[in-house]
């Protein structure tokens, strides 16, 4: 299925992503750890079925030094040894931040009393705006079949400011 409109073609939707990349640097410029970012940003991609945010956070992370074991544990993060207390409770929060309609509290009090034993206040408001951002983003992506495979790490440093 090829994509149904570029989004990157588009005067509206370029000066969009012009703004929308301008609030993502806000958290790309917080204390919340850039693997944290990255491996949030990757778990609601999976979530949403979003090939290309999918494609493109696991090469960021990968280019930022991410291990492979890891980026291919994500899916399974419960499952697995590799990641940090901090990590899996922002994991958490991803999941449960982006299936609200699945639960009636939405986050947990349970998650969200995890992810404060292991963030600060800034660290906090970067994983709720993170998991919010992505979210958009990732519906953005899907709704017009933004297909992933051609994202090369860095391609839109210094795109938007």
């Known amino acids: 299925m090829d994509a149904r409109f570029n ?6 939707a370029a000066k969009f992503a012009k703004r929308f990349a301008n609030a993502g640097l806000v958290i790309q410029q917080s204390s919340l750890p850039h693997s944290t970012q990255e491996l949030v940003s990757l778990r609601a991609s999976q979530i949403n079925g979003c090939g290309w945010c999918i494609d493109m956070h696991t090469k960021e992370a990968a ?12 899916a399974a993060w419960r499952e697995s040894t590799v990641f940090t207390e901090a990590e899996r409770a922002a994991l958490a929060l991803a999941e449960e931040g982006t299936r609200l309609a699945d639960a009636q509290e939405g986050v947990s009090d349970e998650t969200w009393a995890e992810v404060r034993k292991h963030h600060d206040d800034d660290q ?13 983003a990732n519906r953005l992506a899907v709704i017009v079949h933004q297909k992933g495979g051609s994202y090369e790490a860095g391609m839109f440093a210094g795109s938007f400011g």
């Open 7 to 12: 989004l990157f073609e588009n005067e509206i």
């Open 63 to 74: 280019a930022a030094g991410e291990s492979a074991v890891r980026l291919n544990l994500v």
């Open 124 to 136: 906090v408001a970067a994983l709720v705006v993170l998991v919010a951002l992505i979210n958009a």
